[in-house]
């Protein structure tokens, strides 16, 4: 079974705007990390966001935040005022506690951000 | 930039060779997980290496392989190179401290095509 599902496989917003990326993570481990990585067109997978599975508040990073759902077990990005720049593939990937040595990533969602 | 590098950033080889990937950690970081991303997928973990000896294994044959030198850096071998080992192959290092993995930072890749 997936670990990790990212349903959305391209996006388009406007300049300006935000955006919200969903992902969806199924684990039996109470203890997991969820990150989300951006990956532009030269191919560096570029860190942007973490959430432990036992914080309480959403995690945010400038322009980025997490919206955890825990019940749910989703883990969306919204980036807010889009920027051309954000243009680019954004992975979703998971950490568990059984197998922390590892990432399990999401088959990626494409944005492409409009002037 | 992460200050993890990897070289050469491009590669062609032929079917039945074998190839020798670097990479060089972040400063500061003790552990380098390598990961195979096909075109249009997720990274897939082929495995990470800490204190020199193979931490942990994903899906792949015996024919990749790898090491960890002193200073944390790594090399990726691939022995019998197939069609389907055509990819970006990335490195990332993170930090192990009393157990506990810190956040996974990814080198630029390096794209390899088997002819």
């Known amino acids: 079974a997936q670990k990790i599902t990212q349903t959305q496989p391209g996006m388009f917003v406007q300049e300006k705007e935000a955006v919200t990326l969903d992902c969806t993570y199924d684990?039996?481990?109470?203890?997991?990390?969820l990150f989300w990585y951006k990956q532009p067109s030269s191919g560096e997978m570029i860190f942007l966001i973490y959430?432990?599975?036992?914080?309480?508040q959403n995690a945010t990073e400038g322009r980025y935040s997490l919206n955890f759902q825990k019940a749910r077990k989703s883990a969306n990005l919204v980036i807010s005022a889009s920027q051309l720049g954000d243009s680019a593939m954004y992975f979703c990937?998971?950490?568990?506690?059984?197998?922390?040595?590892?990432?399990?990533f999401g088959a990626g969602t494409t944005v492409t951000v409009r002037a | 930039e992460t200050g993890v590098t990897q070289s050469p950033t491009h590669l062609i080889k032929t079917r039945g060779q074998q190839v020798t990937l670097r990479c060089s950690s972040q400063?500061?970081?003790?552990?380098v997980s390598w990961y195979q991303q096909a075109l249009g997928q997720g990274p897939q973990f082929i495995f990470q290496?800490?204190?020199?000896?193979?931490?942990g294994r994903g899906n792949f044959p015996p024919r990749f392989s790898g090491l960890q030198f002193p200073n944390y850096s790594s090399e990726l071998n691939v022995n019998a190179l197939e069609l389907d080992d055509s990819a970006l192959y990335l490195c990332?290092?993170?930090?192990?401290?009393?157990?506990?993995?810190?956040?996974?930072?990814f080198g630029p890749g390096t794209r390899l095509l088997v002819l």
């Open positions: 990332a290092s993170s930090r192990k401290v009393q157990g506990e993995y810190g956040t996974q930072y």
């Open positions: 684990t039996s481990d109470q203890s997991y990390g």
């Open positions: 959430q432990g599975s036992y914080d309480e």
């Open positions: 990937a998971m950490r568990e506690g059984s197998n922390d040595y590892k990432l399990s």
């Open positions: 400063s500061g970081h003790n552990t």
């Open positions: 290496y800490y204190r020199e000896e193979e931490n």
